[in-house]
């Protein structure tokens, strides 16, 4: 598993990386060193906007919560307590992510302080 403050690059409005202006603003060198190395799990930051998001490890297939995954790349979100506008509908203020892994598995869930991305989750 890699944590990195910035994710790979995406792609579809699903994706870890989609940015405001509908557009994937990862990194595309970090793209091609995961793809390289076999890594299937990252956790991410820094596109607060694509908050609670996640995809399988190719970047484009998006996944829903809770489900037990071979490969899972998660956006984790602003903790901050400013309201984030997400790219996938709703507003977050303070999320995180909580992510469990056993074997060769993982899975997530999100934890909203407040805004209405906390319904939209827990409706799934």
């Keep these: 598993m890699i944590l990195a403050a910035s994710p790979p ?9 989609r940015g405001r202006g509908g557009v994937n603003i990862g990194d595309p ?20 906007e694509a908050g609670g998001q996640a995809t399988l ?5 998006p996944l829903g919560e ?8 998660v ?7 400013v309201p984030v506008q997400l790219v996938g509908g709703g507003r977050s203020v303070g999320m ?13 869930r999100s934890a909203v302080v407040a805004g209405d991305r906390g319904a ?3 409706a799934r």
């Design 75 to 81: 956006q984790a979100g602003s903790a901050g307590a």
């Design 120 to 122: 939209a989750a827990s």
């Design 66 to 73: 809770g489900v037990w995954q071979d490969s899972l790349f």
């Design 9 to 17: 690059r995406g792609s579809g409005p699903k994706a870890v990386d």
């Design 57 to 61: 490890a190719d970047g484009a297939t």
């Design 96 to 108: 995180a992510q909580i992510v469990e892994i056993t074997g060769q598995r993982a899975r997530f």
């Design 29 to 48: 060198a970090l793209t091609g060193m995961l793809r390289a190395r076999g890594i299937g799990f990252g956790l991410f930051g820094h596109v607060y």
